[in-house]
Nanobody, 123 residues
Framework: VQLQASGGGLVQAGGSLRLSCAASGRDGSTYAMGWFRQAPGKEREFVASISRSGLNTEYADSVKGRFTLSRDKRETTVYLQMNSLIPEDTALYYC?????????????????WGLGTLVTVSS
């Protein structure tokens, strides 16, 4: 599976961005997918995950109520809508995927990783 992330950029605090991650190769619809981020000088941290079905999602406490993860009907592309951005959201955002046997399973453990897309939030 190859993962292609896009949508990063520079935004002012309070603004919004939408990240996309397209899965290609093996059947992307059989994968649970998620996002992680890594800020300068910090460890990579979990942001959000979504099940194969798209019906179940999980979020880090730091982004709950501000970020929304969804996937398209073909289930091969996921979208991370980020609202009310704050400077602390500045990081390199990574998309990840893992084969999920259960349709509604979410996970924080992933097999495949994409290259990061940079999000910078100015104060």
């Amino acid at each position: 599976v190859q993962l292609q992330a896009s949508g990063g950029g520079l935004v002012q605090a309070g603004g919004s961005l939408r990240l996309s991650c397209a899965a290609s190769g093996r059947d992307g619809s059989t994968y649970a997918m998620g996002w992680f981020r890594q800020a300068p000088g910090k460890e990579r941290e979990f942001v959000a995950s979504i099940s194969r079905s798209g019906l179940n999602t999980e979020y880090a406490d730091s982004v709950k109520g501000r970020f929304t993860l969804s996937r398209d009907k073909r289930e091969t592309t996921v979208y991370l809508q980020m609202n009310s951005l704050i400077p602390e959201d500045t990081a390199l955002y990574y998309c990840a995927a893992r084969y999920a046997r259960l349709v509604h399973e979410t996970t924080r453990n992933y097999t495949y990783w994409g290259l990061g897309t940079l999000v910078t939030v100015s104060s």
